[in-house]
């Protein structure tokens, strides 16, 4: 059983990773100047080396070398490496465009996004609480449809491509660290030639020597890296569960900073939607048994 302080740490460590996460908009819209693509090429290419600074920091390069020689694993990686790529840019592009709210939207809806994922793709058979949430998330895109006219694509978008993106991550079953790190080491060459067609045609913000800007671009693998840091050490300390709850701290974060420091719009019709959501993930959180394999 683990000691007292131990879980006080990983609480400490939990709160740390899903705050900085909750906090994060703040970083996207100093760089909002530039464009999502752009930011997105900075993102993975310093990822890469404050990643490759800490793989040989924590001697992890054995975790490397053991997952490169596995064809199967890289083949998994490779389709995780587009996924969250793609959440990535989505999330970039949300914040530059004053979707704070309708970003939080879509990390609040991921864990019923999860549960329907294993249900179509891993023959899990869902509880009756599990059934009642995904009603209630569904209630909210419909309303969503009827009030606007249009469905959530952006919250949508980032809860499926993160949905899938833990599915698949869960199947290769690599360390975090190791695994973003040849994650972000496959997208470079595709993210290099993009800033080089940039450069070439000079529509890049990142320039030398380095200004504000660009100083900013070169922080994003920092941004990636240290609260992935702080997460590794909560998920060694505490319980899933506790995990699973404190995780609603980022997007609550977001949605407020959305609300109150960007002054997006919020409407009653907004507010039905996200209590839609509130009381699935209320109702999500009572049940906490695993879910049942059907077979």
Do not use: C
Request: proline fraction near 4%; avoid cysteine.
């Amino acid at each position: 059983m683990k000691n007292f302080s131990e879980e006080k740490q990983g609480v400490i460590y939990a709160i740390l990773a899903f705050t900085f996460w909750g906090l994060v908009p703040i970083y996207f819209k100093l760089v909002k100047s530039v464009s999502p693509t752009e930011i997105l090429v900075h993102r993975i290419f310093w990822s890469v080396i404050f990643l490759t600074i800490l793989i040989f920091a924590t001697k992890q390069t054995y975790l490397f070398k053991n997952i490169i020689r596995d064809r199967k694993k890289l083949k998994i990686l490779f389709l995780t490496s587009i996924l969250i790529s793609a959440n990535w840019l989505v999330f970039i592009w949300a914040i530059s465009n004053n979707r704070i709210t309708e970003a939080s939207l879509g990390y609040y809806i991921n864990p019923i996004v999860n549960v329907i994922l294993g249900v179509f793709f891993l023959s899990e058979k869902p509880t009756k609480y599990q059934k009642i949430a995904i009603i209630f998330a569904t209630l909210a895109i419909i309303n969503e449809l009827i009030s606007f006219g249009s469905i959530p694509l952006v919250s949508i978008s980032l809860a499926l491509s993160f949905g899938l993106y833990g599915m698949f991550r869960k199947k290769v079953s690599v360390p975090s660290i190791a695994g973003l790190y040849i994650e972000t080491l496959i997208v470079s060459p595709f993210a290099l030639i993009y800033f080089a067609y940039l450069a070439q045609n000079s529509q890049n913000a990142f320039t030398f020597p380095l200004d504000y800007v660009s100083w900013l671009l070169v922080s994003a693998g920092l941004i990636t890296v240290i609260p992935l840091i702080w997460f590794n050490a909560a998920a060694t300390r505490i319980s899933l569960t506790k995990l699973g709850f404190l995780q609603y701290i980022g997007p609550t974060l977001a949605f407020l900073l959305g609300i109150f420091v960007y002054h997006e719009p919020f409407n009653e019709k907004k507010l039905i939607t996200f209590t839609f959501i509130w009381i699935a993930l209320v109702i999500f959180g009572i049940d906490s048994k695993p879910l049942k394999s059907i077979k």
